[in-house]
T-cell receptor
Framework: GQNIDQPTEMTATEGAIVQINCTYQ??????LFWYQQHAGEAPTFLSYNVLDGLEEKGRFSSFLSRSKGYSYLLLKELQMKDSASYLCAVRDSNYQLIWGAGTKLIIKP | TAGITQAPTSQILAAGRSMTLRCTQD?????MYWYRQDLGLGLRLIHY???????GKGEVPDGYSVSRANTDDFPLTLASAVPSQTSVYFC?????????????FGEGSRLTVL
């Protein structure tokens, strides 16, 4: 079966750095996505990786290793507004998105 | 800014009743999707449409139907609601031909079936 694993919940301190991991087992691979979802709101796109390596976008970076079936989302200089759930999703060989259950990130002052 | 509009925002429905969740987008995206989101689970695809006039089944299509009469609208119908259909429903769209396939989501419709 297809599976996306990410931690259920993480806690970090304002101003610090946090890394959210995602491992996947899917039928084929056509890209990996990270979305942010604040409580009670819609998911919004953060990043897309299709080749191995690091993609940096401001305070957020996303890394992919296809051989290891592994990605992480790195958030730097954490702000209170970064408190949200972070969803990892992989597009499989049929170009369908397989979603992880999300990681709830709690930022403490 | 509009983007994707869903209605209603929330609804309580008696089991056995029918319900249509509406979804309209103004971005002229070809592809549209309906997902449900349940606590502890990832988003699950119910139905999708790659272009007006075509629809397809996702991971959890049973009990749901969709239509795509035009580019902008993609309603989701529950013919006879059951309590297990209590969930938050998200409509989404994406630009065909976009390499990333970024999804744009509506604000969600919270449905409670009693």
């Amino acid at each position: 079966g297809q599976n996306i694993d990410q931690p259920t919940e993480m806690t970090a301190t304002e101003g610090a750095i946090v890394q959210i991991n995602c491992t996947y087992q899917t039928s084929g691979f056509n890209g990996l996505f990270w979305y942010q979802q604040h409580a009670g709101e819609a998911p919004t796109f953060l990043s897309y990786n299709v080749l191995d390596g690091l993609e940096e976008k401001g305070r957020f970076s996303s890394f992919l290793s296809r051989s290891k079936g592994y990605s992480y989302l790195l958030l730097k200089e954490l702000q209170m507004k970064d408190s949200a759930s972070y969803l990892c999703a992989v597009r499989d060989s049929n170009y369908q998105l397989i979603w992880g259950a999300g990681t709830k990130l709690i930022i403490k002052p | 800014t509009a983007g994707i509009t869903q209605a209603p925002t929330s609804q309580i429905l008696a089991a056995g009743r029918s319900m249509t969740l509406r979804c309209t987008q103004d971005m002229r995206h070809n592809a549209m999707y309906w997902y449900r989101q349940d606590l502890g689970l990832g988003l699950r695809l119910i139905h999708y449409s790659n272009t007006a006039g075509t629809t397809g089944k996702g991971e959890v299509p049973d009990g749901y139907s969709v239509s795509r009469a035009n580019t902008d609208d993609f309603p989701l119908t529950l013919a006879s609601a059951v309590p297990s259909q209590t969930s938050v429903y998200f409509c989404a769209s994406s630009e065909a031909g976009d390499d990333t396939g970024e999804l744009f989501f509506g604000e969600g419709s919270r449905l409670t079936v009693l």
